[in-house]
């Protein structure tokens, strides 16, 4: 899955990461690789305003929540080895 272009990192690339960190036993650098696609995420919902294009531009608010609901679900399965 492909989440971000432009030199910034995409799902696959920060899980590729997140797994080499957790090889190293770096927990704490994978929770930060982790959480930075998340706020690169928040980002991306922030400048795309979902709310505002709901009605003048439906298909590009449908792009939106898909995008942010595949960050969502990748991130879930980032999270795991994390959580108890």
Same mark, same amino acid.
């Given at each position: 899955?492909?989440?971000?272009?432009?030199?910034?990192?995409?799902? @696959? &690339?920060? /899980?590729? *990461?997140?797994?080499?960190l957790l090889? /190293?036993?770096?927990?704490?650098?994978g929770q930060?690789?982790?959480? &930075?696609?998340?706020?690169?995420?928040? /980002?991306?919902?922030? &400048?795309?305003?979902?709310?505002? *294009? /709901?009605?003048?531009?439906?298909?590009?608010?449908?792009? *939106?929540?898909?995008?942010?609901?595949?960050?969502?679900?990748?991130? @879930?399965?980032?999270?795991?080895?994390?959580?108890?």
């Open positions: 899955i492909v989440f971000f272009t432009d030199g910034l990192p995409t799902i @696959g &690339e920060t /899980r590729e *990461t997140v797994g080499r090889e /190293r036993f770096q927990f704490r650098a930060i690789a982790m959480l &930075e696609l998340a706020r690169l995420g928040n /980002r991306y919902f922030d &400048e795309q305003q979902p709310w505002a *294009t /709901r009605k003048s531009d439906p298909v590009r608010c449908a792009t *939106t929540l898909h995008v942010c609901l595949q960050l969502v679900a990748g991130l @879930g399965r980032l999270m795991a080895p994390f959580l108890p």
